[in-house]
């Protein structure tokens, strides 16, 4: 059974770049959610997909954007990077609860490192 | 709103000891769920255990063991016989919808 799958591992731009982050959710989900970990610090959260709309956002700017594809798999853009954009990118994947707004557990891939020079 | 905070950004245990790990958290709801997460080097966030607020009895998973004192907002985890690979960053989440709202983490060192 695949758990939560990301791509690439690593990755550095430029300041001003854009950059796509890719995740595949554990087998049987269908929500996925986006974490930014600067650090030495805690996840962030970023925004939740589920049936492919965006279902909650946290305190980031608009530009950073997602998708979520029909295969529940999910996608997170970032515009005009800025350097301190530079983190860890966690996507996490769960199951909607009688499709109401919960999910069950959320389960993590390994990430993304993203350095922006 | 919700806010978790983790009071020890470092301890430290002796194999085969027990040691535990603090968390606090602020919150108007009733229903929620908490966790503890590992982040061990490779950086892949694992659940370690999960929390119910409306059961009674705290979770454990193997060595693994939780105080849930609701009333405190107290989430305190324990870890007996302490194994080399427990050593990581430890977070204490929180989640009532969907997101996870996480502490600073503690990180855990094991000595031999």
């Known amino acids: 059974d695949a758990g939560v799958t990301q791509s690439p591992t690593h990755l550095i731009k430029t300041r001003g770049q854009q950059v796509t982050l890719r995740c595949s959710p554990k087998s049987g989900h269908d929500t996925v959610s986006w974490y930014q970990q600067a650090l030495g610090q805690g996840p962030q959260f970023i925004f939740q997909?589920?049936?492919?709309?965006?279902?909650q956002r946290g305190n980031f700017p608009d530009r950073f954007s997602g998708h979520q594809f029909p295969n529940y798999s999910s996608e997170l853009n970032v515009n005009a990077l800025l350097l301190g954009d530079s983190a860890l990118y966690l996507c996490?994947?769960?199951?909607?609860?009688?499709?109401?707004?919960?999910?069950?557990?959320?389960?993590f891939g390994p990430g993304t490192r993203l350095t922006v020079l | 709103a919700q806010t978790v905070t983790q009071s020890q950004p470092e301890m430290s245990v002796q194999e085969a000891e027990t040691v535990t790990l603090s968390c606090t958290y602020d919150?108007?709801?009733?229903?929620?769920?908490l966790f503890w997460y590992k982040q061990p080097p490779s950086r892949q966030m694992i659940l370690v255990i999960r929390q119910e607020a409306y059961k009674q009895q705290n979770a454990t998973e193997n060595r693994f063991s939780v105080n849930f004192q609701k009333a405190a907002k107290s989430f305190s985890l324990k870890i007996s016989d302490s194994q080399l690979g427990d050593a990581a960053m430890y977070f204490c989440?929180?989640?009532?919808?969907?997101?996870?709202?996480f502490g600073t983490g503690t990180r855990l060192q094991v000595f031999p």
């Open positions: 919150t108007s709801e009733s229903d929620y769920y």
């Open positions: 996490a994947s769960s199951l909607a609860i009688d499709r109401t707004d919960r999910t069950d557990t959320q389960y």
């Open positions: 997909y589920y049936e492919e709309e965006e279902r």
């Open positions: 989440a929180y989640s009532n919808t969907d997101k996870l709202i």
